[in-house]
């Protein structure tokens, strides 16, 4: 095996960015246990709000046994403590959590970043950060919007920055959501040097009676992210963009040769003949990834994104965007073999770009013990069903077009969506309470994936546009759905909708060349009630493509939520 990193940037020579994946075996790490932290207590017997101090550390950190030690950004409660990626949040339903994220990072970032796409740029130094639970359903303020960053100690802060503290109500579906950094122009750069965790809400009167496998042990956390690393064990990252008269370090996607989970590259685990339930969430910049096992085994679906199906689905892959989380449950009592691989074969960029190599085709792998046991866990016929939502009661349709622009050589510029920067004004102003019609049009040659802040929604159909050239023509021009009778070109092959998809969402890939219409839904999906909190309140909420190279680059809007 070897692993190639190629170009030249910043003077550096190739050879010394050069490292040989035969030094670096696969599957001679175990997979981490991630760190878990209660996001409540226990007082006389009940539980009660927890008030947490995680920081953002600059330490060393092991992606490989034969890797040299990598310069990371790490959540925890300690430098000592913190981890790639971060400690898992646990949090109770109807127990508030509050968390002081706290940035102690230096005064320079260790990957380079474009000051030409609009960053976060403090007067004085010092990495700008803010923290955004993806999935969460809680108060503007504490969303994590891009210009509410702060610097290490609070010295400067964005523009919509408010208070120190965020609050997690946590009084939506039970479910699974991950928290990232979200700073304007820098959340490529801060994720890939590692701030991102996983945080799990939970409901027992509602999960208990499923028996699904639970525990430490057969209930984990997968997180899955792609990295490339220099001779050193720095992370690598191209300097240069592709429009460096424009953009001098910003390109479009981001894509490492190595295969981390739970932060560490290629992993094995050694397994019981049973049951395990894994919650994976791409954390990727960009990768897609189509997950199978080597040896046929199911994936049987229970949850996507943040809240569960009504019923099990049973498949032999999954496709999973950046950002996207699956939750699946694998019998490996099943398995035929004593080993699995969990392996990707989705194309980067997705769909239509290079085929997976050796390296970045292997993610993991399972080492299955011969004995049989007892299970007691189950997978059962009916999971968790939620009021029904219908385009019926939705209040009204929105188009929302996504453009792509490219420089005289060809190469993209920058993203929009509705042919609008992230600051131009707000367009989009749903009604707490209502239910609307979103019809994504994808104009681009990529695949999307969009990310609704607060709102879930369903996706309902998805039809490939005729006559393409002529309809981005008109868009381009016009930029109006309407005017340029989306309907007659609306109305190509219809893809069926993933049935593991067809649950609530809070992400989803946008087909290029193609209409998705979604139902999005701007209260609690479990019980149809209005929220719980302020919602109307500044700085509001964003809506993105989730490949953060795009994010960064201008593909986000806000929104504003009214009564």
Not at 152 to 179: C, D, I, L, R
Request: net charge positive.
């Amino acid at each position: 095996m070897a692993w190639l990193v190629t170009g030249d940037e910043g003077g550096i020579k190739q050879e010394e960015r050069l490292f040989n994946l035969g030094k670096l075996e696969m599957f001679v790490d175990k997979l981490p246990h991630i760190p878990t932290l209660h996001g409540y207590h226990f007082v006389n017997g009940f539980l009660k709000p927890k008030s947490l101090h995680i920081g953002m550390f600059f330490k060393k950190w092991k992606f490989h046994r034969d890797l040299p030690a990598t310069p990371v950004f790490a959540y925890g409660t300690s430098k000592r403590s913190a981890t790639v990626p971060g400690p898992t949040i646990e949090a109770v339903y109807g127990v508030d959590t509050y968390v002081t994220w706290r940035n102690h990072l230096p005064l320079h970032h260790i990957l380079p970043w474009d000051p030409t796409i609009s960053p976060a740029i403090p007067k004085h130094g010092g990495i700008p950060t803010v923290v955004h639970l993806h999935g969460g359903i809680h108060e503007p303020t504490s969303d994590g919007n891009a210009d509410s960053w702060f610097t290490a100690g609070f010295k400067e802060t964005g523009s919509k920055w408010t208070k120190k503290t965020t609050h997690y109500v946590n009084k939506q579906q039970p479910g699974n959501m991950w928290y990232h950094d979200h700073a304007a122009g820098l959340t490529r750069v801060n994720l890939l040097a590692g701030l991102l965790g996983s945080y799990i809400l939970r409901h027992s009167s509602v999960e208990s009676p499923l028996r699904l496998p639970t525990g430490r042990e057969f209930d984990r956390p997968l997180v899955i992210f792609d990295r490339s690393f220099r001779k050193d064990g720095t992370i690598y990252m191209n300097a240069t963009g592709n429009n460096p008269t424009i953009h001098p370090q910003w390109q479009p996607e981001y894509f490492g040769d190595a295969i981390i989970v739970n932060g560490k590259a290629w992993p094995r685990l050694t397994i019981r003949r049973r049951k395990y339930r894994f919650r994976i969430t791409n954390a990727s910049n960009a990768r897609f990834f189509r997950f199978f096992f080597s040896n046929g085994l199911d994936f049987v679906v229970v949850g996507s994104d943040s809240a569960y199906l009504a019923k099990p689905v049973s498949t032999k892959s999954v496709l999973l965007a950046p950002s996207e989380i699956v939750d699946v449950v694998v019998d490996f009592s099943k398995s035929t073999s004593k080993t699995a691989i969990l392996a990707n074969n989705a194309p980067y960029p997705y769909p239509s770009g290079d085929p997976v190599t050796e390296e970045n085709s292997k993610v993991m792998k399972f080492i299955i013990k011969n004995k049989s046991e007892v299970d007691t866990s189950i997978i059962p016929n009916k999971l968790i069903e939620y009021p029904p939502a219908h385009v019926s009661t939705s209040t009204r349709t929105r188009y929302i077009a996504m453009f792509e622009y490219v420089s005289s050589i060809d190469e993209p510029t920058h993203l929009y969506i509705n042919g609008l920067p992230y600051n131009a004004p707000v367009t989009e102003i749903p009604k707490i309470g209502t239910s609307e019609v979103w019809e994504v049009i994808n104009l681009t040659e990529d695949n999307h994936p969009l990310h609704i802040h607060l709102g879930l929604f369903k996706v309902l159909e998805q039809t490939a546009l005729v006559k393409s050239e002529e309809f981005i023509e008109c868009m381009t021009k016009r930029n109006d759905a309407v005017k340029c009778e989306i309907s007659k070109y609306a109305r190509g092959n219809k893809t069926a909708v993933t049935v593991h998809e067809r649950g609530w969402k809070n992400v989803f890939k946008m087909m290029p060349g193609h209409v998705t219409k979604i139902l999005v839904r701007f209260s609690y999906i479990h019980s149809n009630e209005s929220y719980s909190f302020d919602a109307t309140q500044e700085p509001g909420y964003v809506y993105h493509c989730h490949i953060l190279d795009h994010e960064d680059n201008m593909m986000m809007r806000p929104f504003a939520i009214v009564l």
